[in-house]
């Protein structure tokens, strides 16, 4: 489903942020705590768009990138990832990684709307759509 979104991280407050924020705009949303349930969920059941931790225990989230791009059912599936890491690269570390964007935390709701549209190829958030119409 293409308005369906995996969230992965390890964060419960950034799990609830995001899943808040994403379910106002009608995306459905389900969430994985580590890197090894996400990446078996997302396997299970492909998501539209995975929206992942960089940093958590056990498997990072560059690793959930390269595994879930090595698997036939997620290797289409649009990857941003989040950190909190204050490296200047961190977009280029993203993109080497396979991700196809990248938010820093603390996630700013409209920099998440807007690069969640545009993965998904929608031309406006959701709830802006009828606005120019």
């Known amino acids: 489903m293409a308005r ?8 419960d407050f950034m ?15 389900r969430s994985a705590r580590d890197g090894e349930s996400g990446l078996a969920e997302a396997l299970c059941q492909p998501p539209g768009l995975v929206i992942l ?3 958590m225990p056990g498997m990072d ?3 959930v990138t390269r595994r879930l791009a090595e698997a036939e059912s997620t290797r289409r599936v649009p990857i941003v ?24 935390k603390p996630i700013n ?7 969640v549209a545009t993965l998904l190829g929608e031309s406006a958030p ?4 009828g606005a120019a119409e």
């Open 4 to 11: 369906d979104i995996l969230l992965i991280d390890d964060d």
């Open 15 to 29: 799990v609830e942020l995001v899943s808040s924020l994403l379910l106002a705009r009608g995306y459905a949303v």
């Open 53 to 55: 931790d960089v940093n």
């Open 61 to 63: 989230g560059y690793t």
């Open 81 to 104: 990832a989040a950190t909190a890491s204050f490296r200047d690269n961190g977009a280029e570390e993203a993109r080497a990684a396979g991700c196809n964007g990248y938010l820093p």
């Open 109 to 115: 709701a409209e920099d998440l709307y807007r690069t």
């Open 126 to 129: 959701p709830d802006r759509q």
